[in-house]
Structure formats: C-alpha cells, structure tokens
C-alpha cells in the first residue's frame, strides 16, 4: 500500500496527502483562539502525518516535500509551545515527533 500510495500520479499522491495534513494543521494553529476541537482537529492531522511517514518510507519521496513539511510542522510547533495549554503542549510534542521521523527518513546517506 505504501509503495502504491508514493508512486501513484508520480508521486503526487503523497504530495497531495501530506499538504491536506499540513493545510489541517497549520490553519487551526494560526487562529488566536485555541479551542480544545481545533488543537484536536490539529493533533489528528499531524497524527495522520506520521502515519503517512511510516507507511511511505520512500526517502525520495519525502525530500521532495521535505520543505513544505518542515516549515510547516515547525510553525505548529512553535506556535503551540507559545500557547501553553495541556492539549497545545501534546499538539507541540507530536509536531516534533512527526519532525523528528522526517528528519530521520530524509537525512540517508546514498
């Protein structure tokens, strides 16, 4: 399944997937006030990032999107540390695993 889903359209598949879980992401993290469904809405999606990642470990495919990705997941983490709250810091930790597995399965030497 995973190979299917980062060869599919040439790779566009899993481009598309990972901007959908960035764009959930990041949008509930911009908005200035944290309400328990958004940080939940923001914690599924970066969960679901991860599941991406571990299901489609093709280092091609994430280097690719290794910018987006990164700049993304980073802003929700920082901007969720600011918050304070016992939901944002689960939502800063698991943006910081989910960096912490790309950095991983992007950083292979060849």
């Known amino acids: 399944l995973g190979s299917r889903i980062a060869t599919e359209m040439d790779g566009t598949l899993l481009a598309r997937l990972a901007q ?12 200035e006030v944290v309400r328990t469904t ?4 923001t914690l599924h999606a970066i969960q679901t990032l991860q599941l991406l990642l571990q ?5 091609k495919s994430w280097q690719r999107l290794f ?3 990164f ?9 969720q540390l600011h918050s304070r709250t016992n939901v944002s810091t ?7 695993l989910t960096l912490s597995i790309l950095l991983d399965l992007t950083l292979v030497d060849d």
């Not at 958004?38 to 809405?41: A, V």
């Not at 689960?90 to 910081?96: G, S």
């Open 71 to 79: 700049s993304g997941l980073f802003r929700v983490a920082i901007s």
């Open 90 to 96: 689960k939502v800063a930790t698991a943006a910081i």
């Open 20 to 31: 959908i879980c960035l764009d959930a992401a990041t949008d509930n993290s911009r908005k």
């Open 38 to 41: 958004t940080n939940t809405t």
């Open 55 to 59: 299901v489609t470990p093709f280092p």
């Open 67 to 69: 910018p987006g990705c």
